[in-house]
Every structure is written in C-alpha cells, then in structure tokens.
C-alpha cells in the first residue's frame, strides 16, 4: 500500500506538468459566451475526428475552459492534445484528463492494421519485383556466359591466373549493373548507394582481417605478370636455393639440391632479393689456393693462369683470371675464377676439376702450398730446426716429383651438368602433373 502511495505521489507531478504544458496566453475577455463555447467544443472535435488516435476522446467548453477526458494509445498523443487545443481562438485554459489506454485489443488493432496495409503492398509489389528479379537474373546470366567464354580473356591475359581475374571482374560487374536495373524498376535507387556504402565498410573490415592473404594475393598477381623467373631456372630467395617447379596463385615452389621443395609464400618472393643463377648462361666461379710466402707469385700466377685456360669447360670469353687475394699466418692466398657455359657443365664440378688440375700444376713446377705451422725455437735447438728444415724441403721436392707423375698421366675429367639434367628432368615431371595450376610461361617476356 506505501509503495502506492509512493508511485501516486510520483505521478502526481507529472500529471500536473502535463496539463500546465501548452497553455493559452494573453488576456481573457471580460464577457462570456455560450455560443463561443459551443463552437470552440465542435471545431476541437472536428480536428480530432480527422486525427487517428483521440476517437475515445471526449471534449467539453465552458467559458472558454476546455475539459478533455478519454483515453489514446500513446503518450505523445495525449501531448499533442494540449498543442492543438491551444491554438483554438478563444480557449482560456485546459483541462487536459486523457489517459493512455491499457486495452489489449484496442492496442493491438493499429498493429494489425498496419500489417494488413503492408501485406497488401508485398502482394501488389509482387508482378514488379518479379519483372526486376527477372532482368537481374538476365543481366547476370550473359555476364556469367561471356566470362565463361575462353576467348578473348586467354588471349588479352598473360597468363590463366590473370585470366581469371579478369573474368571475376567482369561477372562481378554484371551484378552490379543487374542490381541497379532491377532497383531502378522498382523505383528504389536510393537503396544502391546504402548496399554499395554497406559492401564498402565490410570489404575493408574484411580487408584488415585478411591482410596477408590480401598481400598474397596481389603478390600473386604482379609475380604473373613480371615472370621474374622460368621454369627449371636457378634462384635464389630469402637464402633458399633451389630449382623453380612452378608459381601458384599462393606460393613459389623450388626443388632443392638434395631434392626437396621449398614453398615461399608469394608476399615473400616479390619482397625479397631474387637472385637468378640461370638468367644467363655463362656463369663464373671461384676458388682460392694458399701458397708459401717465399713463392714467385708472378710465376704461380702464370702457371695457374695457363692451367685455367688449357681446361676444355673453360670460356675464352669472358677469360680466366687469377690475382693474390689476401695475407695468412703463413700463406698468401691467390684467387682463381673461370667462366662456364651452364646448359653444358656443371658448376660444382667444374670448379672441384680446376682445383685439382691447378694444384698439381703448381706442385711440378715445385710451387710450395704449406698447412700453417708454428715454430718455437731455443738457442741450443736452432742447429736442430736447420736440418729438419732442410729434410723438410727434400721431402717436399720428392712429393713434387710424385705429383709430377701423376699428373703427367691424368687429364681434365668430364664435368657435364649430368646431375643439373636430371633435377631438370623431375621439375618437368612434377610440372606435367600439376601444369593447370602454374602461373609461369616460358615464353614471356624477360623482365
């Protein structure tokens, strides 16, 4: 009962407010008139009963007092009352008594009308939204069809991967112009640009969440078209070297030296350095050999130089070279290099044949090449170091002489890229098995 009494009292001051809002101002006439008050109660009740909502509204005038009772469906309602009243001519305050009714069927009815008023519309909509549903599919089948056609997309593409987008290009383009025939023929327009502003806002959500495979993507793309590399090619990415198998829409795949894959995601490859070992097809290489420091470098030079360019795997051009590279503990090292042709010799086994044949070279031509040693020497040794010295140097010169005649009856082993050909060989099976879903061409352009 307290809590009541509580809420009356609550309700109390709201009520009031309620009918202190909206009052008429200006002076009140001196004389009182029936007649007005008869008309002010008809015009008030004519303007009600073309409002929906104040039927159950019951209005009385006396001088110039309007009395309002009944009840309506809404708060609102029962505040507009006290706006319409007051513009009245003549209305000297008002009595604003309408509550919000608690019927349920008089609360339900307005719903219900609504819904019958909008399922009306749904039916009579039907016959156009079929006609609209009808040109969007229309307009989306021969989009479908033309980019389904493998002409001329395979021939303006560099490649099926970008074919393919083109394709999606054009289908996605078709729904959009469908859309908007079919929006434009139910009058609704306006509608595109919230559908295109929506798509807008979750394609970037989707963006950021999808970042790297985004990157991926577009890595993809770009690789297709570059075509940094070709099929069987040497390169090198990230550290990673290995033969080229093939370019997917996702990732580089190479077969290394001991024959496994590597797959490298696309992102990766097109941000790193790529270094391409079978772009040309002379390639250069390289040893270093450590000779005593006594030696006569002019002349191991010579002879080193001769030995390189007396090897058959060796090019003219461009031409062996050999220069003294760096100092050691106890040598001082000579750099050698020689050029290949690639498709015919193997690079590994060209540069361990020169090593060997320049070595014994230089051992006949008594060319000293020491392991590095230390010595320490005392006074009462000295004589003692001198004749091991010296047994050390005949011992050397006797080696020389053995080397001499082993290489008087060796010559330059063969260094064919055997081992190349036969990696070759496996890219091209593995190709054969999987040729649909490769990017590169061998035909495309040098980047």
């Given amino acids: 009962m307290r809590v009541f009494l509580f809420v009356l009292l609550l309700a109390i001051p709201f009520q009031l407010s309620a009918q202190s809002e909206s009052q008429p101002e200006g002076a009140i006439a001196v004389e009182d008139s029936a007649t007005q008050d008869a008309a002010m109660a008809v015009r008030i009740r004519d303007i009600l009963a073309e409002l929906d909502g104040y039927e159950d509204v019951t209005v009385t005038v006396t001088s110039g007092i309007v009395t309002l009772r009944g009840t309506t469906l809404d708060g609102e309602k029962i505040a507009r009352l006290n706006e319409l009243t007051g513009r009245v001519e003549g209305v000297v305050a008002i009595e604003n008594s309408v509550t919000e009714t608690t019927d349920v069927v008089k609360r339900l009815n307005p719903a219900v009308e609504r819904f019958r008023a909008r399922m009306a519309q749904v039916i009579a909509f039907v016959p156009l939204a079929s006609v609209a549903l009808l040109a969007f599919i229309i307009i989306v089948f021969v989009g479908f069809f033309i980019a389904n056609m493998r002409q001329p997309w395979n021939r303006l593409a560099p490649n099926a991967f970008i074919a393919d987008i083109y394709r999606q290009i054009l289908r996605l383009g078709f729904m959009v112009g469908g859309l908007v025939v079919a929006l434009d023929i139910m009058g609704a327009t306006a509608l595109l640009s919230t559908i295109l502003g929506a798509a807008g806002i979750i394609g970037l959500a989707i963006g950021f969440a999808v970042k790297d495979t985004v990157e991926n993507f577009i890595a993809s793309i770009m690789l297709s078209i570059r075509q940094p590399f070709r099929p069987n090619d040497t390169i090198e990415i990230g550290g990673d070297t290995g033969k080229v198998i093939r370019l997917t829409s996702r990732a580089t795949i190479l077969l290394s030296f001991d024959g496994n894959h590597i797959r490298i995601p696309n992102a990766t490859v097109f941000k790193s350095r790529i270094v391409n070992f079978s772009r040309n097809d002379e390639r250069r290489f390289k040893f270093s050999l450590g000779l005593a420091p006594e030696t006569d470098f002019v002349d191991a030079q010579r002879i080193a130089l001769e030995k390189l360019q007396e090897l058959p795997f060796v090019l003219d051009t461009p031409a062996p070279a050999v220069w003294i590279d760096e100092i050691g503990d106890s040598t001082i090292s000579i750099t050698l290099t020689g050029w290949i ?43 003692l170091a001198s004749a091991e010295e010296g047994t050390t140097d005949s011992m050397y010169k006797e080696l020389a002489r053995d080397a001499d005649i082993r290489e008087e009856s060796q010559v330059a082993m063969a260094v064919d890229a055997i081992a190349d050909a036969a990696l070759e060989q496996i890219v091209d099976a593995e190709r054969k098995e999987t040729e649909d879903g490769d990017l590169l061409r061998r035909e495309a352009p040098e980047e």
């Fill in 341 to 383: 042709e690639q498709h015919k010799s193997s690079l590994a086994a060209a540069r361990g044949e020169s090593i060997r044949l320049v070595k014994l070279a230089l051992e006949k031509a008594d060319v000293r090449m020491p392991e590095p040693t230390y010595r320490v020497l005392s006074p009462s040794l000295a004589k």
